[in-house]
Structure formats: structure tokens, C-alpha cells
């Protein structure tokens, strides 16, 4: 879900040891959709941080190839303004790079599956598993692909809670 110069605009500015990124999101964009996987995408320890007073994110330098990929997933070319020539070819190159689904894709998936919100603990994606189980398993009149597709996502956050160690 890429988002045009309609829906967004993004700013990146080069701040000496960092990238300064804002975007604005409008025209039925989904800024929590924007919000969710920047931080996905660029957790606590990575080194991002939030500056209140110019109301932007400060992504460190050495993640300049992280932050080229996900902007060039999550916005077109025409929705970005990059401050610097050097960092323009650096996005080029990952906007013409071949799409595939990110991490943050997959577990975004993975909830909606589960009709959960991330936020929600192992406790409440067992208890959704259970229940969506029981009613699209094939022996209750479900399909097989939709039960495959509940066991898959409740993997796939499971897999992320181990590996952010958030269990």
C-alpha cells in the first residue's frame, strides 16, 4: 500500500549524523498505517528518535539503506523530498527494486487475520486463534486455506514477540 503525493508528503533532511523525516498524511491516507510501521520498521533500538520541537523523527546515518527501503515501500517517489542528491539515487534504487512483502506487511496481516490490534497480548491472540479456529475449521464447515491462514498469522506474531522478546 504505497502512498501517492495525494495521500502524503514526506520531508527527509540530512541533520548532520542523521536524517530528519516528517511526513503528513491526508486525503483518506492512513496515517496509523504510516505511524505503525515506521516504528515497526525502526524500533527504540535503533536508534530513532522523536524531536518534539521540529516534530520529526531523527533516523541515525548508518541506517540511511533502512530508512530509502521503507520509504520506497510506504510512499511513491512523487511523495517524498529528499534533502540531498546522494540520498535521491539511494531511494531511486530501492523504489525500483522489486516490491515484497516487508515484515511490517506480514504482521500487520497476520493481526488483521486475527481481527486484532498489535497491541494485543499472547494471551488474547490464543484466545482469537481458538475461537476463529473453531469456526473456520473444516470439519465445522470451514476450509482448510482459512484455517492454514489463522495458524499462520498467530506464527508469524508469535515469531515477532520471541524475536523483539516482548513474551
Not at 139 to 145: K, L, N, Q, R, V
Amino acid at each position: 500500500m504505497a502512498l501517492g503525493r495525494n495521500q502524503a508528503q514526506v520531508t527527509v533532511e540530512r541533520d548532520g549524523s542523521s536524517f530528519l523525516v516528517s511526513w503528513r498524511v491526508f486525503n483518506g491516507g492512513d496515517f496509523t498505517y504510516v505511524k505503525n510501521s515506521f516504528r515497526q520498521q525502526f524500533p527504540r533500538s535503533s536508534g530513532a528518535e522523536w524531536c518534539p520541537d521540529a516534530k520529526c523523527w531523527a533516523v541515525p546515518a548508518w541506517q540511511r539503506d533502512t530508512l530509502a527501503s521503507w520509504l520506497a515501500y510506504v510512499f511513491t517517489r512523487d511523495a517524498v523530498t529528499w534533502g540531498g542528491h546522494e540520498e535521491r539515487g539511494e531511494y531511486q534504487r530501492h523504489q525500483d527494486a522489486p516490491r515484497q512483502a516487508s515484515q511490517v506487511d506480514r504482521l500487520d496481516e497476520a493481526y488483521r487475520a486475527l481481527h486484532l490490534l498489535p497491541t494485543a497480548p499472547p494471551e488474547v491472540v490464543q484466545a482469537a486463534q481458538r475461537a476463529l479456529v473453531k469456526i473456520h475449521h473444516p470439519d465445522a464447515g470451514g476450509t482448510h486455506e482459512a484455517a492454514v491462514a489463522i495458524n499462520r498469522a498467530v506464527e508469524i506474531i508469535h515469531q515477532h514477540v520471541t524475536r523483539s522478546g516482548a513474551a
